[in-house]
């Protein structure tokens, strides 16, 4: 009896499906966190009796035939890359990207990585990292005897030194873009890398064309909708107990056909 494994295929599927879900909303107040939605795609077809085969020696041709379906699969858990909202926080070191864009981090093994989540510090020697002490690139150092530093919209660093009237420009942050963001791999910290589905990554000053502007002293939200992730939570468990009947509407009929004499 197909039905047993179809539904079994079902119940795997809703559960990866609340898995999904679950971390969405377990990151709803994670910076920069971008949701995640599982894809699905149905399994291979049995013809019993195939479409488009001649069904008598004039030639007629069966217009349906029987097609048994043999379940679902997971095809892709990709992120959505739509802007989350921007909170205002007064904190210097704070920077939100308005539009399209990632920072660029340096790994400690040299990879660069790359990420939206914009809660900036300084290192013991003065360079901007990030909250895991990372490098931001392209590896701006701020001064010791800096009272104030701004970070425009297009990205450069302005501090004012201390006993000096004018402010100084000691660089500025580059962002980078690709052409498909849903391809990026995702390793947690709020980081991600570049693979050979999100195609190579393009820097520009923040501003540029298909760059955005950066915002000093706020921070992007996670762009989880806590009203959505709810309804796809009870749709998917709706949809996983409808399986389970199936199962065990099949075991009912297997036992009906068990006390046949």
């Not at 693979?195 to 190579?200: K, L």
């Amino acid at each position: 009896m197909r039905s047993l494994n179809i539904a079994a295929t079902g119940m795997l599927a809703q559960q990866l499906n609340v898995e999904v879900i679950s971390n969405n909303i377990a990151n709803m107040n994670t910076t920069g966190y971008k949701r995640q939605r599982a894809e699905f795609q149905d399994l291979l077809y049995q013809s019993q009796r195939r479409v488009g085969s001649t069904s008598s020696d004039t030639g007629t041709v069966v217009p349906a035939g029987v097609q048994i379906g043999l379940g679902v699969k997971t095809a892709a858990v990709y992120m959505i890359a739509e802007q989350g909202n921007l909170a205002s926080t007064d904190n210097t070191l704070d920077l939100a990207i308005s539009g399209q864009g990632f920072y660029q981090v340096t790994l400690p093994s040299g990879e660069t990585s790359y990420s939206r989540a914009g809660s900036f510090q300084l290192s013991p020697t003065g360079q901007i990292v990030s909250a895991d002490g990372y490098v931001v690139q392209p590896g701006i150092t701020i001064p010791a005897n800096a009272v104030d530093i701004t970070i425009n919209a297009s990205g450069e660093v302005l501090v004012k030194i201390d006993g000096q009237v004018n402010v100084s420009n000691v660089g500025r942050i580059q962002l980078a873009s690709f052409p498909n963001p849903a391809g990026l791999e995702a390793t947690g910290d709020n980081l991600f890398l570049e693979t050979a589905a999100s195609g190579t990554a393009t820097q520009g000053n923040p501003g540029t064309a298909g760059f955005g502007q950066l915002m000093q002293g706020f921070l992007e939200t996670s762009n989880v909708n806590t009203v959505t992730e709810i309804t796809n939570l009870i749709t998917a468990q709706r949809a996983y107990e409808m399986n389970s009947k199936v199962i065990q509407t099949s075991d009912e009929m297997l036992n009906s056909v068990n006390r046949l004499r």
